[in-house]
């Protein structure tokens, strides 16, 4: 499998919009997982975003109503549409995919899926 590459990291200030997306077309055959992770430097890392074979998201509560998953339609490139941001966004956001699994546990599978990317830093100033 060809690794998952981020893209569209960046500064914002509280309030504003991020939009992240990763190249995943290797990994949409069949049952799978995608998500987003985050991780900051001394910390776990922490399920953000899942959706699953059947299109179904799935998202942490810190993000829930704030963050939106989703694929286009040629399931090629995952997408985290993030808005209203807050300095406790401020993380390494990584996109992650398994195209031997699919979300059975929701965003908690995303940290510990297969594969994933080297990240893009999202830093969220006030």
């Known amino acids: 499998q060809v690794q998952p590459v981020e893209s569209g990291g960046g500064s914002v200030q509280t309030g504003g919009s991020l939009t992240l997306s990763c190249e995943i077309s290797e990994y949409t055959d069949g049952g799978h997982c995608l998500g987003w992770f985050r991780q900051v430097p001394g910390k776990e890392r922490e399920g953000v975003a899942s959706i699953g074979s059947h299109d179904e998201p799935a998202y942490a509560d810190a993000v829930k109503g704030r963050f939106t998953v989703f694929l286009d339609n040629a399931k090629t490139t995952l997408y985290l549409q993030m808005n209203s941001l807050k300095p406790e966004d401020t993380a390494k956001y990584y996109c992650?995919?398994?195209?031997?699994?699919?979300?059975?546990?929701?965003?908690?599978?995303?940290?510990?899926?297969?594969?994933w990317g080297p990240g893009t830093q999202v830093t969220v100033f006030s």
């Open positions: 992650a995919a398994d195209p031997t699994t699919d979300c059975y546990d929701g965003v908690d599978t995303v940290p510990v899926l297969r594969y």
